[in-house]
């Protein structure tokens, strides 16, 4: 069976610092795709990094960016200069090549001012 | 081009009531997939339709639970007679053609209390 597992369930991180949230994953496909998903406390679930599994380089959003590693099947997110509205809950999925997205129990983080 | 609608965002019921939850695609998205999410937890998938038809329920609770998306109108999941165990967020996504089913996009959600 295909899982995400999320080990942390809250972090902290000073405002302006950087921080790095973990996500394991297991599967025996060799072509999937990897998410993080932002949900502030309004819920809405945004796209904040995504991974094709092909793609050998770490994939970047501005301030965000993933660490891949593929035989370990880890997939960390980094954000680096902290903001109040990174605030959130922050999800890892995967899907491999079906249509269902498997996700994680999630990371809530905290930015402290 | 406006993202996935859902309507409404926030749904009281009592024990025993029906809710009914509707979801509009993006534009020119065929696929509609359901999601829930209990308290606490990750989102979990429930059931994908395309128009007029269901092609994967495995998600769904065998009993008071069904969804539609008819040719015309929104995608509705149905909850009859529900229980206090049914109070969740359930989202809805969607996406373009087979091709790009990988890439879902999700609507605000609707957030189900029941008393």
């Known amino acids: 069976a295909q899982t995400v597992t999320q080990s942390q369930p809250e972090m902290s991180v000073q405002e302006a610092e950087t921080v790095t949230l973990s996500c394991t994953y297991d599967?025996?496909?060799?072509?999937?795709?990897l998410f993080w998903y932002k949900q502030p406390p309004s819920r809405q679930m945004i796209l904040v990094i995504r991974?094709?599994?092909?793609?050998?380089q770490n994939a970047t959003e501005n301030r965000f960016s993933v660490n891949f590693q593929k035989a370990a099947k880890s997939f960390s997110l980094k954000i680096s200069d902290s903001q109040l509205g990174d605030a959130a809950m922050y999800f890892c999925?995967?899907?491999?090549?079906?249509?269902?997205?498997?996700f994680g129990t999630g990371t809530r983080l905290k930015v402290l001012a | 081009n406006a993202g996935v609608m859902q309507n409404p965002r926030h749904l009281v019921r009592r024990r025993g009531q029906e809710a009914r939850l509707r979801c509009s695609p993006m534009?020119?998205?065929?696929?509609v997939y359901w999601y829930r999410q209990l308290p606490e937890e990750g989102l979990k998938f429930m059931v994908y339709?395309?128009?007029?038809?269901?092609?994967?329920e495995s998600g769904m609770p065998k009993e008071r639970f069904s969804a539609e998306f008819p040719k015309e109108g929104p995608s509705i999941l149905r909850i009859q007679q529900v229980v206090r165990g049914d109070s969740a967020a359930y989202f809805c996504?969607?996406?373009?053609?087979?091709?790009?089913?990988?890439?879902?996009?999700f609507g605000p959600g609707t957030r189900l209390t029941v008393l």
């Open positions: 996504a969607s996406s373009p053609d087979r091709a790009n089913r990988n890439e879902q996009f």
């Open positions: 599967t025996s496909e060799s072509d999937y795709y």
């Open positions: 991974q094709e599994a092909y793609k050998q």
């Open positions: 999925a995967f899907t491999s090549g079906t249509y269902k997205y498997i």
């Open positions: 534009k020119g998205h065929s696929h």
């Open positions: 339709l395309q128009k007029e038809n269901i092609i994967d």
